[in-house]
């Protein structure tokens, strides 16, 4: 008789990173790809421990001080320990355990690309010495690539998406060098420089976007945002009318990522990318339709659920939602409320000092302010500052008017973490009853004056 089970034990797809690192005994490490995965103070024998629960094979950096990180490809269940010397990371980087020499292959790799690691200093020479430097560098990586590709038991995954990121990466180099040269030295647009620019654009249209494996390699990603972008402003140009759609960019994105590739995968993501960067930002409400589009055309369960998290994200702070009396200070140090203002508008430019775009805006929001003078509309600034000094200083030199409040603990600050606050200026409109108009409203160099008009 043949007995048969299933376990009820659920497989272990973390992937754990672990190491010594010598002459140093304080630093932040960081396990990172898109976000920061995991992090942990290091040990002060110098070691340290990281893990992550996966769902596929990718790449993963490790930072443990500015300029010090490391590069690994690992797989659910994959188990890495490495060690290296903090004044030499890449001359002594050894590793052990699942995937030990695709860690080494991948440390050797950058310490050959930090011979181009200064990208303006690359860009800015005239275009023999850019060759000069770069094509060294590219035959050295395929070298590399070729020894490793004789070595038994390496990735086979790995070996393909190598191979690709060494295309992209020196189709990328080529691409960006005219318009940077340009810039950095000052060139006119239309004068032309010694570089064969119409051999790199025969290059990109001939790179095939429609595979999968590009959403995996960092290069070959860019060159694919790139292409979209380019293909999406010539659409626009040849159809005038997909201008004038509310959010006119992502829906032609939609329609060009439809028609452009056969790949599920990579249309997904073009999708995804365009629609994910705003809804982010400016909440869902406003990309209602287009993420019932997306929702309905994505075969991709990870990307609907990511929307859907946004969606979930932002409920709370729908139109109608009530706002918490938060509590700030004043310029003056005195406590003060949101109720404070009960009975009128307000209009909340939440902003710091170190930030340009929101300094930008300090112009339009007086202008508003002078407009509407006189009217039910409270224009509050609420500084999101690590310390009040810099806000303070700016205030009182500026003689900045209207109510300026500064939030205690910047981005962790009470009402940064309510209105999912990860990018400033961002402008709230509050009701006089202190509920929520629009939880990303437009800027005061925007079409605000609509939305206050509607109200008042």
């Not at 990522?257 to 056969?262: M, Q, T, W």
């Not at 939440?350 to 006189?374: D, F, K, Q, R, S």
Request: hydrophobic share 35%.
């Amino acid at each position: 008789m043949v007995i048969s089970s299933c376990s009820t034990q659920e497989p272990d797809n973390r992937i754990v990173i672990a190491g010594k690192i010598e002459g140093l005994t304080e630093a932040t490490v960081r396990l990172v790809t898109d976000a920061v995965l995991h992090e942990t103070e290091l040990r002060q024998d110098g070691t340290f421990h990281l893990e992550h629960t996966a769902d596929d094979s990718r790449y993963y950096t490790v930072l443990s001080r500015p300029g010090d990180a490391f590069i690994v490809f690992l797989y659910p269940g994959d188990s890495l320990w490495v060690t290296y010397e903090a004044s030499d990371l890449y001359g002594t980087f050894q590793a052990t355990g699942s995937r030990a020499a695709e860690a080494e292959y991948l440390a050797e790799k950058s310490r050959i690309t930090s011979g181009i690691s200064n990208f303006n200093q690359l860009m800015v020479l005239d275009a023999q010495s850019y060759f000069d430097v770069k094509k060294p560098v590219i035959e050295e990586l395929q070298e590399l690539l070729n020894r490793v590709k004789a070595e038994e038991g390496i990735s086979e995954e790995l070996i393909e998406l190598e191979a690709l990121g060494l295309v992209s990466f020196d189709l990328y180099l080529d691409y960006m060098y005219p318009m940077v040269h340009r810039n950095r030295n000052n060139i006119p647009r239309n004068e032309s420089i010694d570089f064969p620019e119409d051999e790199t654009n025969e290059r990109i249209a001939a790179f095939n976007f429609d595979d999968p494996l590009i959403l995996k390699d960092r290069y070959s990603k860019q060159l694919l945002d790139i292409h979209i972008r380019d293909a999406v402003s010539e659409f626009m140009r040849n159809n005038p009318e997909a201008g004038t759609v509310d959010n006119a960019f992502i829906s032609a994105t939609f329609d060009v990522a439809g028609s452009k590739f056969s790949n599920p995968e990579v249309r997904d993501h073009v999708m995804f990318s365009a629609l994910d960067r705003d809804m982010n930002y400016r909440g869902p409400a406003r990309y209602r339709e287009l993420y019932t589009r997306f929702l309905g055309e994505s075969s991709t369960p990870a990307y609907k659920e990511r929307v859907n998290n946004i969606i979930a994200e932002w409920e709370h702070i729908s139109p109608g939602s009530e706002v918490p009396d938060f509590i700030f200070t004043d310029i003056e140090g005195n406590e003060v409320r949101l109720s404070d203002l009960s009975g009128k508008l307000i209009y909340i430019d939440v902003w710091a000092t170190w930030c340009g775009p929101c300094i930008a805006e300090h112009p339009h929001w007086n202008t508003l302010m002078e407009e509407y003078e006189g009217k039910d509309v409270a224009f509050l600034a609420i500084s999101t500052d690590n310390t009040r000094e810099p806000w303070e200083k700016m205030v009182t030199e500026k003689n900045m008017q209207g109510y300026n409040w500064y939030a205690e603990n910047a981005w962790e600050s009470e009402i940064s973490e309510h209105f999912n606050i990860r990018a400033i200026p961002r402008f709230l409109l509050l009701d006089r009853e202190r509920r929520v108009i629009d939880p990303s409203a437009e800027r005061p160099s925007g079409r605000i004056r609509e939305t206050l008009d509607q109200h008042l």
